[in-house]
């Protein structure tokens, strides 16, 4: 009798290509002509914003089975007085207005569900805006609204596909350090520089004196102890001092 094998686990490449690819593909490229070349900052501001596209879909199904049934919407995500924050409406205003909605309020609200007990509520309390104009708000709206999320295994596919580019741009070199990074790196290199031209008395008072009292020391560099063919410039043995040295004095 044969041994029976157990079966064996293969990794499943997402299974994503065509139409749905190129969109995807037309998304990352907008994120990397618009300033934001990190992979995991695109793949952050993809999600949040595909959330807050999700978020609207929910209350829009809250709200046709209130219609049918005659009844009350059951777990609203949106207030009274926050439709302005749906998905589907700022996405039809202009880019400075849908910029200036989702900067000022739509992500103060994504981390004020920290509160509620839902099961992405955690993730969204540290949520940040990092898409820097409106021009290309606009852009990734609109991109990211063509793509269907309505079934499970096209997010699924989405998403590792998305992962997959992490890996492939970590082979080619393409992480690169944050903004905010870069700016806090240059602000304290700039206060450094500052606390150092604040102490006058160490750079530009002691040192100098210092020099003063050290360089008259050596009796190499005094012509007075050296003969005439090995006698050095003047000058050398002077440089330090505002004054002729005692040693060049007697020499002359």
Not at 103 to 110: G, H, R, S
Request: aromatic share 6%.
């Amino acid at each position: 009798m044969s041994e029976s094998k157990g079966p064996t686990l293969t990794r499943v490449t997402p299974v994503i290509t065509g139409e749905l690819k190129s969109k995807i593909d037309r998304v990352w490229d907008a994120f990397w002509s618009g300033g934001i070349s990190n992979p995991l900052e695109v793949i952050e501001q993809i999600t949040y914003l595909l959330f807050i596209r999700r978020l609207d879909d929910i209350q829009t199904l809250a709200e046709k089975k209130a219609r049918v049934t005659g009844g009350a919407i059951e777990n609203p995500v949106f207030l009274p007085g926050q439709a302005h924050l749906r998905w589907s409406q700022f996405k039809n205003t202009s880019p400075e207005v849908m910029h200036k909605t989702i900067a000022d309020e739509v992500f103060p609200f994504l981390r004020g569900l920290a509160a509620t007990a839902s099961t992405y509520s955690e993730h969204m309390k540290d949520a940040r805006f990092t898409i820097p104009t409106p021009a290309l708000l606009s852009k990734v709206v609109d991109m990211l609204d063509d793509i269907p999320m309505a079934d499970r295994d096209t997010n699924g596919d989405l998403y590792e596909y998305l992962l997959s580019k992490i890996a492939s741009a970590g082979v080619n070199g393409q992480f690169r350090t944050p903004r905010h990074i870069i700016d806090l790196m240059v602000q304290d290199d700039r206060a450094q520089a500052s606390r150092r031209d604040l102490r006058p008395g160490l750079w530009h008072g002691r040192l100098p004196r210092r020099r003063q009292r050290v360089r008259p020391r050596h009796p190499r560099r005094c012509p007075a102890r050296l003969g005439a063919t090995q006698a050095l410039p003047r000058a050398r043995c002077s440089t330090a001092t505002t004054s002729t040295p005692p040693c060049c004095a007697s020499a002359a």
